[in-house]
């Protein structure tokens, strides 16, 4: 197997840039087929998908905070008082504003 595992590597890596290339031609429709796109990334590129996905996790950990306090306000009794009551001022505060 290891004789012809050079002829596979190599027909693999043909296989992928092949497929890559049809990717980038889908992307880019206005450079014609026969042409070789190569896609660098750059560092706005780079910054925005970084930034996107820290926003990502930011909002995902939020969510799990918050569906947590739900669920606990839901179970212990305390908790659901003090979040009815609040819920009861938001009310009469939004009527007041109306």
């Known amino acids: 197997m290891n004789k012809y595992q050079k002829f596979i590597d190599k027909r693999l ?16 429709k206005d450079i014609p087929e026969d042409k070789i796109i190569i896609e660098k990334s ?3 590129k780079f910054i925005l998908s ?4 820290i926003v990502k996790i930011t909002a995902e950990i939020l969510l799990v ?3 947590s306090i739900g669920i606990i306000s839901l179970i212990y ?5 003090d979040l ?4 009861e001022d938001i009310y009469q505060t939004i009527l007041s504003m109306l």
């Open 65 to 67: 905070i918050l569906a």
């Open 13 to 28: 890596e043909q296989k992928n840039i092949k497929e890559n290339q049809e990717k980038l031609h889908t992307k880019h």
């Open 77 to 81: 009794k305390e908790p659901r008082q």
């Open 84 to 87: 009815i009551i609040i819920f």
């Open 50 to 53: 970084f930034i996107a996905s």
């Open 42 to 44: 750059n560092t706005f």
